[in-house]
């Protein structure tokens, strides 16, 4: 079966500081990898999407970046964290279609001070 | 454009009552994908359902059920017999494809009550 997993769970970070959260997914090949973040008030916002190895789409502008080094991983990162950063960021994946079920990992709840 | 409205921003019950959570879909496209998710208090979004706009039949699972109308745009969602464990916030999202990506609605939080 597949899993998905997320590090760290929590952080806390001070404003300015970098950040590299981690999502790691096994028991299956090549999947469409997402970041998601959700902000006070839980609304979902798609941050970042990959559909394979170094294939990389923004949906929107912000000093967050991502990479997909390997097929079953997928790095969400900042160079300079902002207040505005803070939130829970979720990692998926889905196989097929973008618009097949896509599976969520526990979170990251990061906050920014 | 696309939308998701989830109108109901809480809903609380008592264990074993009933509940229907509503959601309005907006959408051009003639081909798209319904989904319903819900997360508990640990965080992790739970798939539950997709439907395709192809498919009007509704589907039932244990105590879930889930009503789709292309005439209204709704897709909602009942819970037969609440219990203690449906407490969470529950998502309806859509997909097609002039938007190649999700579109999750703002989210309706369930407290069942003992």
């Known amino acids: 079966s597949q899993t998905i997993h997320q590090w760290p769970a929590t952080l806390v970070q001070p404003v300015g500081s970098p950040l590299s959260l981690e999502c790691t997914v096994e028991?299956?090949?090549?999947?469409?990898l997402y970041w998601y973040r959700q902000a006070a008030g839980r609304g979902l916002q798609l941050l970042f999407y990959?559909?394979?190895?170094?294939?990389i789409s923004s949906e929107v502008p912000q000093n967050l970046s991502a990479s997909r080094p390997q097929d079953r991983q997928f790095i969400l990162s900042s160079k300079k964290l902002l207040l505005s950063d803070s939130g829970f960021y979720l990692c998926?994946?889905?196989?097929?279609?973008?618009?097949?079920?896509?599976?969520f990992g526990p979170g990251t709840r990061l906050t920014v001070l | 454009a696309q939308k998701v409205t989830q109108a109901q921003t809480e809903i609380s019950v008592v264990e074993k009552e009933d509940v229907t959570l509503d959601c309005v879909y907006e959408?051009?496209?003639?081909?798209?994908?319904l989904f319903w998710y819900k997360q508990p208090p640990s965080g992790e979004l739970v798939f539950l359902i997709r439907r395709n706009s192809f498919d009007e039949q509704n589907e039932i699972s244990g105590r879930y059920s889930w009503n789709f109308q292309k005439s209204t745009s709704s897709f909602n969602f009942t819970i037969t017999a609440s219990q203690v464990v449906d407490s969470a916030v529950y998502f309806c999202a859509l997909g097609s494809g002039s938007a190649r990506q999700l579109t999750f609605g703002s989210g309706t939080q369930l407290t069942v009550l003992p």
């Open positions: 028991g299956t090949s090549n999947p469409n």
């Open positions: 998926a994946w889905n196989r097929g279609g973008i618009y097949n079920e896509q599976f």
């Open positions: 990959s559909v394979g190895i170094g294939q």
């Open positions: 959408t051009r496209d003639t081909t798209y994908y």
